[in-house]
């Protein structure tokens, strides 16, 4: 398990979500910073349809398992893209 996350990948937290072993600020959180690959720049339909590789496959696949819902995915990308922002700004 990572270090500071409450499972191995992504897929796994929002099982631990699901099961009711930590509440949704937690799995927001963890989620939102979790050190997913660099992604090139494109729409979200794309992003959403086409999946990024291993880590942003696990949010289509916990979305489409009920895992979490479309809500949670929309926070949790619109969270890691303020964050992506952020750090291009401070360069």
Do not use: C
């Amino acid at each position: 398990m990572a270090e500071r996350f409450s499972g191995k990948r992504p897929l796994e937290i929002a099982e631990r979500y699901s099961a009711g072993e930590i509440d949704r600020e937690h799995l927001l959180d963890e989620l939102s910073t979790w050190p997913y690959p660099p992604r090139e720049p494109i729409d979200i339909v794309e992003w959403n349809v086409a999946g990024m590789g291993d880590e942003w496959d696990d949010l289509g696949i916990a979305t489409s398992r009920g895992y979490i819902t479309y809500d949670d995915y929309a926070v949790i990308f619109d969270r890691v893209e303020a964050a992506e922002t952020d750090t291009k700004g401070r360069q």
